[in-house]
């Protein structure tokens, strides 16, 4: 347990300065003698430490060159790419692939929940809806991420599909602080709200094909609003 946990500490450092960007893509890693000096584990250590990050596909060990971070679309760890995500300097192409990931995941969820949502979570939605409204007219922006969160969660439940559940649910975290960084914009609120309005009227409607479509909008607008309101202002 002890050679476990040392191999642990180490693996999550180096990928801690990985996804810093101490290390980029391509880049090389310090070798073992430098990370045994610098965790004061032994050499083996640090070796098992470099096999789980290679494992994972964030390393690649080329004989007689040394060992390369890989990029991140070859990660095989879905938490190594979600604490890339979350956590990482250069993440405009993680931002707009996760908008990809959930309309992928939330137009389909949405158009099984329109055949399966109850009268109740409809009520429940409508709540969810003017909690946002009253959270952005107060200029309130954790109360209307909680809100606007708990509305998508509410929809993914009732398409009652477990695996999309089980799907979303290590998302939360990175959803959570990108719903923070899009919602402090105002314009970006007012079109969310509008495209709520519209969901949950498709999903009143029990018909599959609108609630899919006005989810939809609301991706391709989530994702024009990052890119106009977010992207383009750490790009000037």
């Known amino acids: 347990?002890?050679?476990?946990?040392?191999?642990?500490?180490?693996?999550?450092?180096?990928?801690?300065?990985?996804?810093?960007?101490?290390?980029?893509?391509?880049?090389?890693?310090?070798?073992?003698l430098e990370l045994s000096a610098r965790h004061e584990v032994s050499r083996m250590t640090v070796r098992e430490a470099m096999k789980t990050l290679e494992a994972q596909q964030i390393l690649s060990v080329e004989r007689g060159r040394g060992t390369f971070v890989n990029p991140l679309s070859r990660w095989a760890s879905l938490e190594a790419v979600l604490r890339a995500a979350s956590e990482g300097k250069n993440d405009a192409a993680a931002a707009v692939q996760l908008i990809e990931l959930r309309r992928m995941l939330e137009s389909g969820a949405c158009e099984l929940a329109?055949?399966?949502?109850?009268?109740?979570?409809?009520k429940t939605l409508a709540g969810l809806l003017e909690s946002m409204r009253a959270a952005h007219e107060r200029h309130d922006v954790a109360a209307f991420v909680s809100a606007d969160l708990a509305f998508h969660d509410l929809i993914l439940r009732a398409a009652e599909?477990?695996?999309?559940?089980?799907?979303?649910?290590p998302l939360h975290r990175v959803l959570e602080k990108r719903r923070t960084q899009t919602s402090e914009v105002r314009e970006i609120q007012a079109h969310a709200i509008g495209h709520h309005q519209k969901i949950v009227d498709a999903l009143a409607t029990r018909d599959p094909r609108q609630a899919r479509d006005a989810m939809d909008?609301?991706?391709q607008q989530t994702l024009d609003d990052l890119k106009t309101f977010v992207l383009a202002d750490r790009q000037a």
Do not use: Q, T, Y
């Open 114 to 122: 329109a055949g399966r949502i109850s009268d109740a979570d409809l």
């Open 217 to 219: 909008a609301h991706m």
């Open 161 to 169: 599909n477990v695996f999309v559940a089980v799907l979303f649910a």
């Open 1 to 32: 347990m002890a050679r476990k946990s040392l191999v642990g500490v180490v693996a999550d450092e180096l990928l801690d300065r990985i996804i810093a960007g101490e290390f980029p893509p391509g880049a090389s890693v310090p070798g073992e």
